[in-house]
């Protein structure tokens, strides 16, 4: 029992500080410039974090500039790049916490089942962050905006890891 009151408090401190509105708005227009390029998203990450790529069996080992090309590429790509849509899609709006909070908590569950850690987790954060930031007008307030809604999510996925 003290373990789900531990976790809760987690929980409560991870989603303390919602993003305002203009944040949110800040957060949901910037990822629209980028989030039809998921399999370049993607092939950022595993190029910038090889050891992310590893995790992958079908990617493993293979160069990515041979694989960005390739219908099962473009697939997963499409399915973590709608992943991170759907969590954006969300935010800016209180209400929308529990169905935030359901979707991390799947996250967690099935990356923690694979062994994936939050330095792993933390790559991918910083991966997306530096295509996002290369391919869209970034300022200061849009990376302030991006660095709390991040820290919102990653509060919840390591609290549920």
């Known amino acids: 029992m003290k373990f789900f009151a531990v976790l809760a408090l987690c929980i409560v401190g991870a989603i303390a500080s919602p993003l305002s509105a203009d944040q949110a708005a800040l957060v949901k227009s910037t990822w629209a410039q980028v989030r039809n390029s998921e399999v370049e998203i993607l092939a950022a990450v595993f190029?910038?974090?090889p050891d992310i790529q590893a995790r992958f069996p079908q990617f493993a080992g293979k160069d990515v500039a041979s694989i960005k090309d390739?219908?099962?590429?473009a697939t997963h790509a499409g399915r973590i790049v709608g992943f991170v849509s759907e969590i954006i899609a969300l935010i800016g709006n209180e209400s929308n916490a529990p169905a935030v909070q359901t979707l991390v908590g799947q996250l967690a569950a099935s990356h923690k089942a694979r062994g994936i850690s939050q330095a792993q987790f933390n790559e991918f954060r910083a991966g997306l962050v530096?295509?996002?930031?290369?391919n869209v007008a970034w300022n200061a307030a849009a990376e302030s905006a991006w660095?709390?809604?991040?820290d919102n999510i990653f509060g919840l996925l390591f609290a549920a890891l």
């Open 47 to 49: 190029t910038a974090y």
């Open 70 to 73: 390739t219908g099962a590429f």
């Open 130 to 134: 530096s295509y996002v930031s290369s």
């Open 147 to 150: 660095t709390a809604g991040l």
